[in-house]
């Protein structure tokens, strides 16, 4: 019953905010729908060769298109993906929170202000934080000595498969994780090891399903293990320094219209890079940017803290002003990311009590977040990982009541004794 409620408070919450926003679709949107569109009407999806993002989120809106959905209907997946994010959100935190705890974290997940704004747009980063939940559920009983059954070895590493054909920078924190893990399999014992090289195997196998499209991109660029074509324009905007520039992506347009990227030559190289096909373009902007940072690499690290802050608080963005939205990120992911670091600090205490399955899903988020870093980012990119973050503060508040560290009148046990 109370899921019930989850999904039908998320539904009624992110059609009552599609109302009170406009539906244009801008930005990346306008390039997803026209791929959908193709797609739906048989052309190519890349007409140009010029791949930008894999394939499985337009070709999943183009399912809509051919089912009837008008274009201005499609931000419905999104809806619907943030929907079962909820539900797979609550149906977690079941495992090892009382219902009313479970039920009143699931709707702050569904009423966080960044989820609200991303349901009613034609976004990755939705299917991505529903897949990432889904892999949370499949992972959360994984631990030594109960290792994950064949079938859902391969259902989890599918599902992971999946998020990398949403959100690439997942690949590459797939390679990471994979390290990661071997290396710590050879420092501990038979039980863990097993279980450790387990996680290696499912995220190895990820790897592996994605390759037809890698061999499409290779086919396209002479790269092993490229996921886009064109991938040197938000490491060039990063090495960008000056008044009032953070390193965030602009349109290349956008540069005529500020002296100061025109007197850096930015504009001018920009144009000449249009000019290129789009490996020779891609080439361009990464050798100038690489020129940049090894002459000005204090300017590349202020922009990195810049892109950290908007990674996780949306601010600043270059030449424009701060706005009301920023607080709707501000505001909740300070408690978030304070929670997270607490619970971090708390881990000597914890960790014999931690799951070893949750673990990986929130050590695996972590290096998502930490892989946007060096490159141009936005706010939106790190909300995927919300869903996970809460589980991961909730089970340490869980742990921590099962300890005795903390009580219900939020006292240690020590005290209360005393009085």
């Known amino acids: 019953m109370c899921l019930f409620l989850i999904l039908a408070l998320a ?3 992110h059609l009552t905010i599609r109302e009170f926003t406009d539906p244009a679709p801008f930005g990346d949107e306008l390039r997803y729908l026209e791929q959908a569109v193709a797609i739906a009407s048989g052309q190519p999806m890349y007409p140009d060769d010029i791949v930008k993002n894999p394939p499985l989120f337009p070709a999943l809106l183009s399912l809509l298109l051919r089912a009837g959905v008008p274009e201005q209907g499609l931000a419905l997946l999104s809806i619907t993906m943030m929907v ?15 219902l009313p705890a479970a039920t009143l974290l699931a709707c702050v997940f569904t009423l966080y202000p ?6 009613s747009r034609i976004m990755t980063e939705p299917l991505a934080a529903m897949l990432l939940l889904l892999v949370c559920i499949q992972l959360f009983d994984a631990r030594p000595g109960n290792l994950p059954s064949l079938p859902k070895l391969l259902i989890t590493a599918a599902l992971l498969a999946l998020l990398a054909l949403t959100k690439p920078v997942f690949a590459y924190a797939f390679v990471v994780a994979i390290i990661i893990c071997a290396l710590l399999a050879v420092i501990t014992n038979a039980a863990t090891r097993k279980f450790r090289l387990r996680l290696c195997l499912i995220l190895s196998l990820a790897l592996l399903a994605c390759t037809p499209y890698l061999a499409f991109t290779h086919s396209l660029t002479g790269k092993y293990f490229a996921w886009v074509t064109s991938d040197a324009e938000h490491i060039y905007w990063m090495s960008i320094g000056g008044e009032d520039i953070w390193g965030n992506w602009l349109p290349v347009y956008e540069a005529r219209n500020h002296q100061i990227l025109i007197d850096a030559g930015v504009a001018n190289e ?7 096909d789009a490996d020779a373009a891609s080439t361009y902007l990464r050798k100038r940017a690489f020129e940049r940072i090894s002459e000005d690499p204090l300017s590349y690290l202020r922009n990195v803290v810049a892109n950290t802050t908007r990674l996780l608080f949306n601010y600043p963005f270059s030449f424009r002003p701060q706005s009301l939205l920023t607080y709707g990120y501000v505001l909740p992911n300070m408690i978030l990311y304070l929670a997270l670091l607490v619970s971090v600090a708390l881990l000597p205490v914890t960790i014999r009590h931690q799951n070893r399955g949750l673990i990986a ?10 892989g946007n870093l060096p490159v141009s980012s936005a706010a939106r990119q790190g909300v995927v990982v919300f869903g996970p973050l809460l589980v991961w503060i909730a089970y340490q508040s869980h742990v921590l009541l099962r300890l005795g560290y903390v009580n219900q009148q939020g006292l240690p046990p020590a005290q209360r004794s005393r009085e």
């Open 84 to 98: 079962l994010a909820a539900g797979l959100l609550f149906l977690v935190l079941r495992r090892f929170l009382a």
């Open 361 to 370: 899903v929130v050590v695996l988020s972590l290096i998502y977040l930490c």
């Open 270 to 276: 920009l144009d000449a890079a249009a000019s290129m």
């Open 114 to 119: 960044p989820n609200l704004l991303l349901g």
């Open 11 to 13: 539904l009624l919450a």
